[in-house]
């Protein structure tokens, strides 16, 4: 393995990050379930540039996946995952056992309501509620620090970052940009599911986003009209299956019923196996 300390322990990680602050040393921590990309590593390397240590974790969340779901399947990478993170700055890795996460049946449910219904949780009803609990977890095993999620899980970064107030965690929750490939597709660890004919039909999603966008920016104010325009753009494309398309307000995640403020247009897919989920941000004018 890579030159950084693996840890499996709640324990050890709690006392390491412990040791940093009694140090004086402001502590990084990027969340993540493995099989890095480009895009976790622009969490690590941001983390690092804005952190005095970085602690990266890697942990297939079993309770944000729901039945039927890819949790047997989903990519685990560990050794790469370690030396990639090393590379891009990361300190210690946290990877701990399931079992270390959760020795016994998990009684408590972190469940941030309004925000975890809506959007994707119309699709994945669990889902959210198994982000926030793992997250409240892994918040009160390292305690104060800053924490970094991107942009791509848009409702999730909301739901973290509203958790992370009403619990009172002494972690600042930094939002990261979306990371692309060239031809504009979000990376995710999912892109792994896709055949090449999909993996060429998956940058439609941004193309739909962008079209939605344009057309706030033209100055459409009804979110039926630019929800219709990307699931139209989407519908297209013969390799994908529209989930759902929308544009809420940024900070409610609900549809206005006219179109004003800071706003996000969504998108949610299926090419084959892999269900991708994009945005983008658009601001009407004051
Ligand atoms: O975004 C992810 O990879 C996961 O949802 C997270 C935040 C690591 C929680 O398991």
Not at 53 to 72: K, S
Not at 83 to 89: K, L, N, T
Not at 177 to 183: W, Y
Request: contains cysteine.
């Amino acid at each position: 393995m890579a030159g950084i300390p693996v840890v499996e322990r709640t324990a050890d990680l709690g006392t390491w990050a412990q040791e940093q602050r009694c140090a004086g040393r402001l502590v990084g921590l990027v969340p993540t379930m493995g099989a890095l990309h480009d895009g976790h590593l622009s969490l690590v390397s941001r983390a690092a540039a804005e952190c005095d240590v970085v602690v990266l974790t890697v942990f297939v969340n079993p309770l944000q996946f729901g039945p039927g779901e890819d949790l047997a399947a989903y990519p685990r990478a560990l050794e790469a995952d370690v030396e990639a993170a090393a590379r891009s700055g990361a300190s210690i890795a946290f990877a701990p056992p399931v079992e270390e996460m959760f020795p016994g049946e998990v009684a408590t449910n972190v469940h941030v309501a309004g925000l975890s219904e809506v959007l994707d949780g119309r699709f994945r009803p669990t889902h959210f509620d198994g982000v926030a609990t793992v997250v409240a977890k892994l918040f009160a095993i390292v305690g104060a620090a800053r924490a970094y999620f991107g942009e791509k899980d848009f409702q999730q970064l909301a739901i973290v970052r509203r958790m992370a107030g009403d619990l009172s965690f002494p972690v600042e929750v930094v939002g990261c940009p979306v990371v692309r490939a060239r031809d504009g597709l979000a990376l995710s660890s999912r892109n792994a599911y896709l055949t090449p004919e999909e993996r060429a039909a998956a940058p439609v999603l941004l193309r739909a986003l962008r079209s939605g966008a344009s057309a706030v920016a033209a100055g459409e104010r009804s979110p039926a009209a630019v929800t219709d325009l990307v699931g139209s753009i989407v519908e297209a494309e013969p390799l994908a299956a529209l989930d759902a398309a929308d544009v809420v307000d940024a900070a409610t995640l609900r549809t206005p019923a006219v179109l004003a403020g800071e706003l996000r247009i969504l998108v949610a897919a299926r090419f084959g196996r892999a269900r991708l989920i994009d945005n983008v941000g658009i601001s009407t004018p004051p």
